[in-house]
């Protein structure tokens, strides 16, 4: 059972950043592709970014170029960097482990609000 706890989220004002932190138990960690998700009220959980074991990332359309998705295995920790933030980022946000099986975390509040 791998545990990931999210931390960094909170309130900010548009236009600012946040940078989001994920820590997983799992020893195996560099082995996982990790990515973060995000579900703002009334919608659908969706991706916002994933990196792969490899390193290799992916992005929501609507977070490129804004976002910064990045992982240290030393640490068994996977962050998410977010700039030029919207009102429309807000969100809970999810960190998700997958290696066969797919673990989330708990979620974490970001709120875009002046």
């Known amino acids: 059972q791998v545990q990931l706890v999210e931390s960094g989220g909170g309130l900010v004002q548009p236009g600012g950043s946040l940078r989001l932190s994920c820590a997983a138990s799992?020893?195996?960690?560099?082995?996982?592709?990790m990515g973060w998700y995000r579900q703002a009220p009334g919608k659908q959980r969706e991706l916002v970014a994933r990196i792969s074991s490899g390193g290799s990332t992916i992005y929501a359309d609507s977070v490129k170029g804004r976002s910064t998705i990045s992982r240290d295995n030393a640490k068994n920790t996977v962050y998410l960097q977010m700039n030029s933030l919207k009102p429309e980022d807000t969100a809970v946000y999810y960190c998700?482990?997958?290696?066969?099986?797919?673990?989330w975390g708990q979620g974490i509040q970001v709120t875009v609000s002046s």
């Open positions: 998700n482990a997958e290696l066969g099986i797919s673990y």
């Open positions: 799992e020893m195996l960690f560099s082995l996982y592709v």
